[in-house]
């Protein structure tokens, strides 16, 4: 069964940092894209930022370049998310998903995690 499980997220003040892991299981996620999401309460879910399956390619929301930093480790099966700076907008539950198209548009992912919420507040 494919699987994917976030975790990290948390209550962080503003500045502060979080990193977010995206684990995968029941698949190899090396031939996927694998994009994160955020959804904070009455918005639209938000590309944040995406990497190509080689981790060679990687593209960021204007609202998070130059803050968060994406990486995989093929070997783990996983994907991770450092965010630096974290600001009161960056509050939201954060998905990963995996994909075979590049991109931030969140309806071209076919796998899903449940979520993990990101909380920046003092």
């Known amino acids: 069964q494919l699987q994917l499980v976030e975790s990290g997220g948390g209550l962080v003040q503003p500045g502060g940092s979080l990193r977010l892991s995206c684990a995968a299981s029941?698949?190899?996620?090396?031939?996927?894209?694998i994009g994160w999401f955020r959804q904070a309460p009455g918005k639209e879910r938000e590309g944040v930022s995406c990497i190509s399956s080689s981790g060679g390619s990687t593209n960021y929301a204007d609202s998070v370049k130059g803050r968060f930093t994406i990486s995989r480790d093929n070997a783990k099966n996983t994907v991770y998310l450092q965010m630096n700076s974290l600001k009161p907008e960056d509050t939201a539950v954060y998905y990963c998903a995996a994909g075979p198209i590049y991109g931030l548009e969140y309806r071209v992912y076919d796998y899903w995690g449940q979520g993990t919420q990101v909380t920046v507040s003092s």
């Open positions: 029941g698949f190899s996620s090396d031939y996927y894209v």
